[in-house]
């Protein structure tokens, strides 16, 4: 199939552009997180590997059938079917393995072989990272000695390229209300929500394509909940702009980022960070 090309961009000044909002977050949280200042740094120089690596995916057609929209509940793809450039994707996940082992100091030999199958092989393994009810990646990682937690964040770095692409290419046909808690690009659950400053509304964010869409706020998008009475919102005197939405019915827990957040534009895998120190708090405090 033909690649999509999305046409000409200015993309030396939108790298440059996104790599400096990448470094603008990854300072402010450490200004105000000093002991996080160590994976910031990490996190922010793989990021800015995938902003440099998005000028090189190519992705394969999309079928036409493959459209979701507010009414019958199906997201625009699902992830056995979500268009990716495999070979950017194999490649960054190298680079990205590599960094992180001169970085941290590890022996990531494990995460290297993690792919070493075959192209459908691969395939199948990277698309099933997303979906909690998959235990195929679990399984690879325990005969790689690989920690699951890890191949996952590091996996959402390799495939960021193909997905921001993906949803660059989609967001004409991502209009419309969409009134669901899971992603309308690739159904994921939210890993992280914001209140926006104008309006009070929450968005919610996917933590795999990074789209955000509107959720109503007294809602919860894991259940379905709309009972005001069965949400809870838990704060932290130290962690001001932070907040925890608990659902009593199902117990899932939604880090939120509050209106006064002072940090720049969401980015999910920087936010979260922040985001898991309150979890912490939170517990300290009970």
Known sequence: MPPIDSG???KTGAVREDIRAIREKADGVKRRWPFHARIMDWLSDLLGETVRAGARVRLPESGPDMRGDGVSGHSRFTWPDVPLDLDST???WVDLTDRSERVMGRDMS???RLFSGSAPENLFLIRSAPLPES????SACRE????PRAVRLLLRLALR?????????MAAEMTGDWPFGYCPLCGVPPSLARIDREGGGRRLYCPWCETAWSYPRRSCPFCGNHDHERMEYLFSETEEGLRLDLCRSCGQLLPTLEAGWPIGPV????DEIPASHLILAIQAQA
Request: hydrophobic share 35%.
């Open 90 to 92: 194999l490649s960054l």
């Open 110 to 112: 494990g995460m290297k």
């Open 144 to 147: 790689h000695g690989c920690d």
């Open 8 to 10: 000409p961009l200015d």
């Open 267 to 270: 980015i999910p895998v920087l």
């Open 135 to 138: 235990r195929d990646l679990e």
């Open 161 to 169: 390229p193909s997905l921001k692409r993906l949803a660059g290419d």
